[in-house]
Structure formats: C-alpha cells, structure tokens
C-alpha cells in the first residue's frame, strides 16, 4: 500500500501493556513461570516480548520493533506503522526527552478500544522534521 504522507524510520517503537497480577494470571497458561522468573531476574523475555513489573505493581508487558516505518499523512488524524493504520493520542501525552542519540516520544495509542502507551525513538537527522509533522498531527486531532 502506498500512503502519502511525510515518511519517517523510528530506531525504535515500543507498545507497553499493563495488567493486575491477577487478570495476568487469568489470561496466559505461562503466567506462574513468567512471574516466577520476573521475581527472581526482574524481567522475562520472548522474542521482541518483554515483562516486567512496574514500579506500581502491575505487570507491564512490552513489544519493542526496530527500523519502523512512520507515516504522518498531510490529513487525517491517524499515521501509518509498517504500513498499518494507527492512532496515536496526542492530545492526551506527548511528551518528548532528548537522550544522548535519540529523541525520545511518549505518547498514548489507541489500540481495540484501550489506550495503551507507546514510546517512539528517532534519530536526530530526522527528529526535528518528525516533531513538526506529529504537532501537525495533534492540531488535526479532537
């Protein structure tokens, strides 16, 4: 599918999910193991799959993509990640930090129905150029 629009390459795209321990444990047959070993390393991992426990208790579940493809169409009020149509909660969070080779994006996503957060990492060749395309973005969001 070819999207108009200002294309962009995140070094990084992290989803974070956040779950009780119990619902966790309703909801995947390998909950004892993952939790057993978050207790005793701190983390457990599948694939580009990682859990944790968050500072508030929850059980954090995180995806994490490298080289993602962005696009900000010039209208609308969604991007584009690897060609799949997403929307990004702007008007809610958009919080960018400076790192040592990044800037760093946190902001919500909308994803079937629940707002989960999403953190977006790029380069500096292209930050500026990506920030003003995601402020664009929020002006068009309700």
Same mark, same amino acid.
């Given at each position: 599918m070819?999207?108009?629009?200002?294309?962009?390459? @995140? %070094? #990084? @795209?992290?989803?974070?999910?956040?779950? +009780?321990?119990?619902?966790? !444990?309703s909801?995947?047959?390998?909950?004892?193991?993952? @939790? &057993?070993?978050? +207790?005793?390393? /701190? !983390? #457990?991992?599948?694939?580009?799959?990682?859990?944790?426990? /968050? =500072?508030?208790?929850?059980?954090?579940?995180?995806?994490?993509? =490298?080289?993602?493809?962005?696009?900000?169409?010039?209208?609308?009020?969604?991007?584009?990640?690897?060609?799949? =149509? !997403?929307?990004? %909660?702007?008007?809610?969070?958009?919080?960018? =930090?400076?790192?040592? %080779?990044?800037? !760093?994006?946190?902001?919500? $996503?909308? +994803?079937?129905? *629940? /707002?989960?957060?999403?953190?977006?990492?790029?380069?500096?060749? *292209?930050?500026?150029?990506?920030? +003003? &395309?995601?402020?664009? $973005?929020?002006?068009?969001?309700?």
């Open positions: 070819d999207i108009q629009g200002e294309k962009f390459i @995140l %070094d #990084y @795209l992290s989803i974070y999910y956040f779950y +009780e321990e119990d619902a966790f !444990r909801m995947r047959q390998d909950a004892e193991k993952i @939790l &057993a070993h978050i +207790e005793e390393y /701190s !983390r #457990y991992q599948e694939g580009d799959i990682a859990f944790t426990k /968050s =500072k508030f208790g929850s059980i954090t579940e995180s995806h994490t993509q =490298k080289d993602v493809e962005v696009v900000i169409p010039a209208e609308g009020d969604t991007v584009w990640f690897q060609g799949e =149509k !997403r929307h990004l %909660d702007l008007k809610f969070k958009m919080e960018v =930090k400076n790192l040592e %080779d990044h800037a !760093r994006i946190a902001t919500r $996503l909308i +994803e079937e129905g *629940q /707002s989960v957060s999403c953190l977006m990492y790029i380069d500096y060749k *292209q930050d500026q150029a990506f920030l +003003e &395309a995601l402020n664009k $973005l929020k002006e068009r969001q309700i």
